[in-house]
């Protein structure tokens, strides 16, 4: 019976008997050498390759020159197809797959006739010493021979045959800077590889022998001639079956030098950047969005053009994958005069008003507002900052939703300064907006009107985040199998329905002329924005399956009288819908299910708040259940007049008898300043009954004291001491208020109208200016007057 050390003893003996011949230790002493000699020397595989930018698809979109300036593209292993293997083996190497690098039969027979002819005659090249050849080139001697040989069994140890054919595949030259048979098939056919028939396949199998004389496009006779001399030898050898040659035979040869393909410049130079060692970056745009969508672009920009307008960016994003589908930076790339290369997708600039939709979604969040809730639309001054709306007029207290709707500046400012910049700030951060990180410290109220900087893919990244219900995460450039990135809430679901819901209404004036009536309106939710200056027109949509967004303008950053987000980017935006998804299978955005807060309640329209005692006619507004401010409505307030209703009382005074309950606006100091210049009839509450003996404590009371609106609190001012100007002091107050006393430096300085001017000429050095109502309200403010 055999055991293990038996078998051991026996496997020692042979060893040793073996040891002794000397063939065997020079065989070992070969291998230890041939090791030795592959780690000292290892082989350099490492071609630098076209780089090619694919679509979803896979078909090429765009090919850039290798760093050594050569068209080398690289086929997949994939691309190669049997018929092609077939082909270029039964030609080059037919014991391929035998022999372990170099075939010695081969090797003998053309030593011999070598020798007898005293030339060379024949060679016995394996497709793996040629890949060596292609790898390093060397002058053709005995010396390069055994090099190629040492180099052959180097191949063939770290590679696989496969590997091995795909390699010489992807060198093998085709004239000029063209070498790889994909590179010749894209270049020279227009198509990959695994698409060309037997005859296309056949003619770039016998290019690589004769690059010179079998130039295609340009020799295409003489390449047909050799082209068939092959296929009658494949039919000989019955290689392929008859007919398909036959139909080769016959099959006209319409090669001519193609160029490379160039879509997509902008996006194929970022991922090329982005991944410098790859030879395939494959993208996840839609080869037929892309090209309509420069299609279109070009068309629209050839019409704007006439404006003195030069440029526009679009980017098209699949809301369910996060995926983008087209990418196009710029109206024209090759226009070097208008800024063609620069990609405006990626181009730092003022969002305009294209921002509100996040600040009303974070409010709503909040619970400062709901949709109908009702905000001041009035001049109104913020420490200072005084903004006006894009066509310079106030339309007095409004809805949220119609102030969101028609894109209003001041009640955004409004909104901005309660919920804080710092707030905003914050989300856009999280949402990835780089810029705004970096301006963080330096950023106020203005930057809700575009007082900083964004970009084309951050924005578009924003809504897409609205169309899927408050989360956002990055945009995918490749397709998403390769890298997912978390999603993070920027919004409540409620808060970003309820947003989406107000972007859908068309009757606004961001609508372009001439669409209001046209059955070509998709059904989007969009937002305008036009920066200061008009120098950026922005227009970002979306529906259930597409969110797009448009910038138009110039990059050298001149404005122009006709840019507006409405006029100049939204036709763009309509237009691209249209096209891609007018009758959306998807539907529409539906309400968050039923476990969410959203809900509706009866509010009163004059304020959006609870119905109060004198609301009589409350509507239906929607509300985010223990969010939303609960808050009673007083938009008109109770009042003890006489009978006459010419003075009113206080409880202090109030009669026992003949004291009459009346109802009076109860509006704030804004919002009547703003009905009386524009003689909006107001009844305020009668002056306070002059007999009334009390001393009024205003403090903590429900009385609003005059707001000093010029000048601003904490300014310097200078002013030439010999001819000073007149500095204007002027003061909101609340509608029961007749007068009001100016101090300056607690000095009375004049008694006035609540809506009158006062004026008064200052002196070097602080002032502190006081405002003081009839009715015990103040407001201070301090100053600081220097000489020029």
């Known amino acids: 019976m055999l055991t293990a050390g038996s078998i051991f003893r026996n496997v020692g003996g042979i060893a040793k008997r073996l040891w002794r011949y000397r063939l065997v230790k020079t065989f070992i002493a070969a291998v230890l050498i041939f090791f030795g000699l592959d780690f000292s020397f290892p082989i350099n595989t490492c071609v630098p390759y076209s780089t090619l930018i694919t679509a979803r698809d896979g078909s090429i979109l765009h090919a850039f020159l290798s760093r050594d300036d050569k068209w080398r593209m690289y086929a997949e292993l994939d691309e190669i197809t049997p018929t092609l293997r077939d082909a270029i083996l039964f030609k080059e190497d037919k014991y391929f797959w035998y022999h372990p690098g170099f075939n010695p039969i081969a090797m003998l027979r053309a030593a011999g006739r070598n020798l007898l002819t005293g030339r060379r005659t024949s060679g016995a090249s394996t497709i793996t010493m040629q890949t060596i050849r292609l790898l390093e080139p060397r002058e053709r001697t005995y010396t390069s021979k055994f090099i190629e040989l040492f180099r052959a069994l180097q191949l063939e140890l770290h590679l696989s045959k496969e590997e091995i054919l795909q390699l010489y595949l992807n060198l093998i030259p085709y004239g000029g800077n063209i070498e790889g048979l994909k590179s010749a098939s894209l270049l020279y056919f227009g198509k990959s590889p695994d698409l060309l028939s037997l005859a296309e396949l056949t003619t770039l199998t016998i290019i690589p022998n004769r690059p010179s004389s079998l130039r295609l496009g340009v020799h295409n006779a003489l390449v047909v001639q050799a082209r068939n001399r092959w296929l009658t030898r494949f039919r000989t050898s019955h290689l392929f079956d008859e007919t398909v040659i036959a139909d080769a035979l016959n099959e006209p040869l319409s090669a001519y030098r193609r160029e490379a393909p160039q879509l997509a410049p902008h996006l194929a130079r970022r991922l090329k950047s982005e991944n410098p060692n790859t030879p395939i970056v494959k993208s996840s745009l839609n080869p037929s969005i892309q090209t309509t969508t420069e299609r279109l672009m070009q068309q629209y920009a050839n019409r704007i053009r006439a404006y003195d307008i030069h440029n526009a960016a679009v980017l098209i994003v699949d809301n369910s994958s996060w995926e983008v589908l087209a990418y196009v930076g710029s109206a024209d790339f090759t226009n070097t005069l208008d800024g063609g290369q620069v990609d405006g997708i990626q181009a730092v600039r003022s969002p305009g008003s294209a921002l509100k939709p996040i600040l009303y979604g974070l409010a709503f969040d909040a619970g ?421």
């Open 368 to 788: 400062i507002i709901t949709p109908k809730t009702k905000l001041a639309d009035v001049p109104t001054n913020f420490s200072g900052y005084q903004p006006d709306n894009y066509d310079r007029r106030f339309n007095g207290p409004v809805t949220a939703e119609f102030a969101l709707a028609n894109s209003l500046n001041i009640p955004a400012v409004a909104l901005l300064k309660e919920i804080g910049t710092p707030a905003l700030v914050s989300t856009l951060r999280k949402a990835g907006f780089s810029t705004v990180k970096k301006q963080a410290k330096e950023l106020g109220l203005s930057m809700i009107l575009g007082g900083c900087g964004v970009t084309l893919e951050e924005m578009t990244k924003l809504y897409t985040g609205l169309a899927n219900g408050g989360m956002v995460r990055e945009l995918e450039f490749t397709p998403p199998d390769r890298r997912t990135t978390p999603a993070s809430s920027l919004l409540s679901p409620e808060a970003a329905y309820l947003v989406t819901h107000t972007l859908t209404q068309i009757t606004r004036p961001d609508l372009p002329n001439n669409f209001d009536n046209s059955y070509h309106l998709p059904r989007i939710a969009w937002k305008t924005g036009t920066s200061y200056g008009r120098r950026d027109a922005w227009s970002i949509g979306y529906n259930q399956r597409y969110t797009i967004g448009v910038w138009v303008g110039n990059f050298s950053g001149v404005g122009v009288a006709e840019l507006s987000g409405a006029n100049t980017a939204t036709p763009l935006l309509f237009q691209l819908f249209n096209v891609l998804d007018y009758n959306s299978s998807l539907g529409w955005f539906r309400a968050p299910d039923a476990r969410s807060k959203l809900s509706t309640r009866l509010i009163c329209p004059e304020t959006g708040d609870v119905p109060g005692e004198f609301c009589s006619n409350p509507v239906t507004d929607y509300c985010i259940m223990g969010v939303s401010r609960y808050r009673r409505c007083q938009h008109q307030k109770a009042v003890f007049t006489n009978s006459a209703g010419t003075i009113s009382y206080c409880a202090y005074c109030l009669p026992d008898t003949g004291a009459v309950r009346r109802a009076y606006p109860n509006v704030s100091p804004e919002v009547m300043a703003f009905y009386q210049s524009h003689r909006i009839p107001v009844q305020p509450p009668p002056p306070h009954n002059p007999s009334c003996e009390r001393v009024f404590e205003r403090t903590g009371g429900n009385h609003l004291g005059p707001r000093i609106t010029s000048l601003n609190d904490g300014s310097e001012y200078f002013i030439n001491p010999k001819q000073a100007a007149e500095l204007e002091l002027s003061c909101q107050t609340s509608a029961d208020v007749q007068t009001v006393f100016w101090y300056l430096n607690d000095k009375l300085y004049r008694r006035a109208k609540p809506t009158e001017a006062v004026f008064f000429k200052p002196r070097p050095g602080a002032l502190k200016i006081s405002c003081a109502d009839d009715k015990g309200g103040s407001n201070d403010i301090r100053i600081l007057i220097k000489p020029e």
